[in-house]
């Protein structure tokens, strides 16, 4: 872990100083924002206010930093030291820092790269190991010393992995892959229209890509394979075609961090399953004193993830549920599956990636593409013994999902508490001692002999209040019709409406009847 503190003083007081302390809050990763964007970075993230140039965009990003829970915001003077925006600063306990003058971003951007890396090292589930990691940011720079270019190392979904320490020849690509960990969707569309991704997946040879649109410098991109699979790939910043003695030499390292890049994997892999061991403890409960669940600050909500009817490629396939939260930006999804169900744990408020709000617009735009997806929210855990609880709910839900009438992709337990208690009652007494009396086995049996429907007659007239116009269109009747089945069901067996019990026995025995209804 670090703090902004730290990063401070490992970057040094002749490029930053803190203008306004804070709590002390982890450093988890480094954002450029500009006055123009939606939001500013993610809980955790240092915001650089890189494209910030007056006090009310300041302001504003300080505002929005708040409500995302950012570590800490890096200005240049003079708006670093504006009375008002250290007023506004101190104000939303947010650490502020100032940039010297003299110091450039794009310089800042690699400084904290490599501080926030080299912290987030020794328990990071993405990285694995320090050795491996160190050895990569080492093979980056062997890599850039053979073409003398500045280098990255990329896992198969164009991840960064490790850079070399020279990035003296770059462009904005090159600096928002290196500052978002990742090849933004813009340069992968022109990489990808290049034809760069479709060699890589079939080839090992080099790949020369000449210089693109909006500055976009030449790459040289080698594949990095083991066993005919594609584990990653080096991409270098050149400013022509290498010879081929160096792309020999090249390739020898491409086969060197293969090897590394396979035992990062299963580092990887380990890390998760640790992790997601660790989620199943706590959803389980009780959770043992003093243990450590690697869960952000809450309240939480557990939600409950599948598809309709049981089926489909989103049901139980925790690879794929953990691949899609990634890929919207939730850096390590805390999805574990308990029994046959596979469970989220998110936070609640807030809308940044991995919380409540968040996982409900994912949820309804995957919805938008494949209608089968449901999912299921359980109330507010406010501590750790909550969790269960709320993972009970969430499974409760989900079961319930399928025979709901909402077309809603995702249920909340407070929107739909009333059909929660109605199914605990008929879950907990068996259908025979439910029926064991008033009007309704009479019709039951009328339904069955004669083929009538004077049992949904009585469902449509209690679910619309003894409304006859809304009753009948629920039917799809004339108000007549409905009417008179009502007068001919009272023939049958007398139905006495008036008494608000007995109102309430017949819609539990329906319930019983038509589960989840």
């Given at each position: 872990?670090?703090?902004?503190?730290?990063?401070?003083?490992?970057?040094?007081?002749?490029?930053?100083?803190?203008?306004?302390?804070?709590?002390?809050?982890?450093?988890?990763?480094?954002?450029?924002?500009?006055?123009?964007?939606?939001?500013?970075?993610?809980?955790?993230?240092?915001?650089?206010?890189?494209?910030?140039a007056t006090c009310d965009q300041a302001?504003?990003?300080?505002?929005?930093?708040?409500q995302t829970g950012a570590a800490g915001l890096v200005l240049k003077p003079p708006l670093a030291t504006h009375p008002d925006v250290t007023?506004?600063?101190?104000?939303?306990?947010?650490?502020?820092?100032?940039?010297?003058?003299?110091?450039?971003?794009?310089?800042?951007?690699?400084?904290?790269?490599?501080?926030?890396?080299?912290?987030?090292?020794p328990g990071s589930p993405e990285t694995g190991e320090a050795g491996v990691y160190d050895q990569l940011f080492a093979l980056a720079d062997a890599a850039a010393a053979i073409v003398d270019a500045p280098v990255t190392i990329e896992d198969a979904q164009s991840r960064v992995l490790a850079y070399s320490s020279r990035q003296d020849r770059t462009d904005p690509a090159r600096v928002s892959t290196i500052v978002g960990r990742r090849v933004p969707g813009d340069v992968i569309a022109y990489f990808r229209s290049r034809g760069v991704f479709r060699k890589l997946a079939?080839?090992?040879?080099?790949?020369?890509?000449?210089?693109?649109?909006?500055?976009?410098?030449?790459?040289?991109?080698?594949?990095?394979?083991?066993?005919?699979?594609?584990?990653?790939?080096?991409?270098?910043?050149?400013e022509a075609r290498v010879p081929a003695e160096r792309l020999r030499d090249l390739q020898g390292a491409a086969s060197v961090l293969a090897l590394h890049l396979l035992r990062l994997r299963v580092q990887a892999d380990v890390a998760r399953r640790a992790s997601a061991d660790r989620l199943r403890m706590a959803l389980r409960g009780p959770v043992p004193t003093g243990q450590d669940l690697?869960?952000?600050?809450?309240?939480?909500?557990?939600?409950?993830?599948?598809?309709?009817?049981?089926?489909?490629?989103?049901?139980?396939?925790?690879?794929?549920?953990?691949?899609?939260?990634?890929?919207?930006?939730?850096?390590?999804?805390?999805?574990?599956?308990?029994?046959?169900?596979?469970?989220?744990?998110?936070?609640?408020?807030?809308?940044?990636?991995?919380?409540?709000?968040?996982?409900?617009k994912l949820i309804n735009d995957i919805a938008l593409h494949d209608p089968g997806v449901r999912a299921a929210s359980g109330s507010v855990a406010t501590t750790l013994t909550d969790l269960p609880r709320s993972r009970a709910e969430a499974a409760e839900l989900l079961t319930l999902h399928r025979s709901t009438r909402t077309r809603d992709p995702l249920l909340r337990f407070e929107d739909v508490w009333a059909e929660v208690v109605v199914?605990?009652?008929?879950?907990?007494?068996?259908?025979?001692?439910l029926l064991v009396g008033g009007p309704l086995p009479d019709l039951v049996a009328h339904d069955r002999k004669h083929g009538t429907e004077y049992?949904?007659?009585?469902?449509?007239?209690?679910?619309?209040?003894?409304?006859?116009?809304?009753?009948?269109?629920?039917?799809?009747?004339?108000p007549n019709t409905l009417r008179h089945r009502m007068r001919r069901l009272a023939e049958v067996v007398p139905v006495e409406l008036d008494s608000p019990r007995?109102?309430?026995?017949?819609?539990?025995?329906?319930?019983?009847?038509r589960p989840g209804t």
């Open positions: 872990m670090i703090t902004v503190a730290g990063v401070v003083d490992a970057v040094g007081a002749a490029l930053l100083k803190i203008v306004v302390p804070a709590e002390a809050v982890e450093v988890r990763d480094v954002t450029l924002t500009e006055f123009d964007e939606a939001s500013s970075g993610q809980s955790g993230d240092l915001v650089l206010g890189a494209g910030i302001l504003a990003v300080i505002r929005r930093c708040a007023s506004a600063a101190a104000e939303r306990q947010l650490t502020l820092v100032e940039l010297g003058s003299h110091g450039s971003w794009t310089q800042l951007v690699w400084l904290l790269r490599g501080v926030i890396d080299t912290a987030a090292v079939v080839g090992s040879v080099p790949i020369f890509v000449p210089q693109g649109p909006d500055g976009t410098l030449p790459r040289l991109v080698i594949p990095i394979r083991a066993g005919g699979e594609l584990l990653g790939s080096i991409w270098a910043v050149v690697g869960l952000p600050t809450g309240p939480w909500r557990v939600v409950a993830l599948g598809a309709h009817g049981g089926t489909g490629e989103l049901v139980h396939n925790l690879a794929l549920w953990e691949s899609i939260t990634r890929r919207h930006g939730w850096r390590q999804p805390l999805i574990a599956d308990v029994g046959d169900v596979l469970f989220a744990v998110v936070v609640d408020p807030g809308e940044a990636p991995g919380s409540r709000a968040w996982l409900e199914h605990r009652v008929i879950s907990a007494v068996p259908e025979g001692d049992v949904a007659t009585v469902a449509a007239w209690l679910d619309q209040r003894g409304d006859p116009t809304k009753a009948a269109r629920q039917l799809h009747v004339h007995t109102r309430l026995a017949l819609q539990i025995q329906l319930a019983a009847l």
